[in-house]
């Protein structure tokens, strides 16, 4: 006889002896639920789900200039979802009506703004940084004015989660510009 028949069959009895001490053993619960119990439930993400999370939490950015630099793309591009993305967990909680209503779509076709310059680098603190950024508002013909944006950067401390946000992007009025929903602007 073959040295390992021996040996499943020793294995199979004990998976059998196992599946029927299990079953006879088994008691039922006649405990009713308490509704005082935090529920278990995890939340099953679709794929669409998923993939966004994946894209955001890719654009999550180790310095803090680069949160400007891809909040400017994202107005450049007119992306509302970019620019969100960019922002710190309150100012998206103040903002987000905004850009629904907007179909997540910022800026206008003409004229737009352009030529975004980095003036000014303030470091606030280990964790917070100021940016004044000027640009152009401008249409196929004619710059019509310069604009200026004060951004405060900071870096979200919670461990093993350590990226740069804006928290604020303050604004000098004009005429011509379409603000985006996250500006503060001055009159």
């Not at 308490?34 to 993400?45: D, L, M, N």
């Not at 994202?74 to 969100?84: C, E, L, M, P």
């Not at 209503?101 to 076709?109: A, I, K, L, N």
């Amino acid at each position: 006889m073959d040295k390992s028949k021996p040996l499943l069959l020793v294995l199979f009895s004990i998976l059998i002896c196992g599946v029927y001490y299990g079953t006879v053993n088994a008691q039922l619960n006649d405990t009713p639920p308490s509704f005082e119990e935090k529920s278990t439930e995890v939340k099953q993400y679709t794929p669409l789900e998923l993939q966004l999370e994946s894209f955001i939490g890719g654009l999550h950015v180790g310095e803090p200039k680069q949160a400007v630099e891809l909040w400017i793309l994202g107005v450049n591009n007119r992306s509302g979802a970019v620019q969100y993305t960019m922002l710190s967990p309150s100012l998206q909680e103040k903002s987000r009506s905004k850009f629904e209503e907007t179909r997540w779509v910022t800026g206008q076709s003409s004229p737009w703004v352009n030529n975004f310059r980095f003036t000014k680098e303030e470091k606030l603190s280990e964790s917070k940084m100021r940016y004044t950024v000027n640009y152009d508002v401008e249409t196929s013909t004619q710059n019509l004015v310069n604009g200026q944006k004060i951004i405060m950067v900071e870096k979200n401390l919670e461990p093993f989660r350590e990226y740069w946000f804006i928290s604020s992007i303050t604004t000098k009025y004009n005429e011509w510009e379409a603000f985006t929903p996250a500006e503060t602007v001055l009159k």
